[in-house]
């Protein structure tokens, strides 16, 4: 029998529309459905996704019928795959940028997810560079559907969102366009440089559809906001909700990063030292005939609290508000106090 997957590091995230109100008529959206329940393993983490579609209350409302969808959700991952966009991305670059061979490519994604309790199958690469090879054909291929395009025309126009991922740092980002009505990927293209001509060579094919475009997603980059500008002038433009609240609280987000990182220096060899000691202590106690019972309970209890110390020095912030540095101070705060009890219980 084949034994389930685990995913023991997983955080749940429930993500809604970035629209909130109809376009039709601008009443307030309304949960309808659950699109979809899954676990996303990204690089960076490991997610258990609820997707929630919306509709317009309104029962006369013209666009009723019209299905809300995140565009954050969907750029997680491809429909059916648990392995999200950032890993198919890496594996594309690995093969055709880096030339990496097969077990190479597998080698060096065991390593990235190993921190995550995570693991990929060789096979598994090879359908990740068949998604990958699939996203760069998708801008010719929507050209070419008349039945995507009358749904398109159904639902008054397209609905962009515009998402730059790049998998590490300095390297080239692929530009993924989507129509979040239909969850279609419109155009993905691969580019070394992200200015406002560039934008516009990647927004190219979308504008060539000839398709009327009735609002636009994006991150807050600023070619991003140009280009789209001069492209569809008028054309409402939203920053993504997530990254708008990212930005709101980077200064707080770097401050708390700094602070946990000074408060992890100062603690973590001290603390790491101690468990050392407490461990000695723990075998020497063991090995005395008869065992030293009472000194043993103690030394039980304290190894205890020590390895709880070296957990709360090794949260981990997320963006955009979750601080690791504030919630390592809290749990610190709560084993100190628990030490405080200890204390005066002990004394007579």
Known sequence: MRKRKAYAQAVKRILRPEVSHCLECQRRLQRCVTISQRTVVTLSQVINLVHCGYRCPAADCPGRKQLYRCAQADALALPGFTFGLDIVILV???RLREHKTVDEIHRLLIERLAPLGQTI???????????????LRAGTEVSQDAAWK???RA???LLLSIDGIQPDRGNETIYLV?????????????????TKERLKEVLAPVVALGLPVVGVISDAQSTQLQAVAELWPGVAHQICQFHALREAGRLIFVLDQRTKTEMRVRLQQKTHE?????HKRLKEARATKPAREEELAQLAVLEEYAAMVEAALNVESLAPFDYGGLAMQEALTHLQTSFERLE???QP
């Open 92 to 94: 594309g670059q690995l």
């Open 121 to 135: 199958s060789r096979r598994e690469i090879l359908f990740l560079f068949e998604a990958y090879t699939a996203l």
């Open 150 to 152: 009358e749904e398109v």
């Open 155 to 157: 639902n008054k126009g």
């Open 178 to 194: 989507r129509d979040v009505f239909t969850g279609r990927i419109v155009t993905a293209e691969n580019v070394t440089e992200s």
């Open 274 to 278: 101690y468990r050392q000691n407490i």
């Open 344 to 346: 005066k219980k002990g």
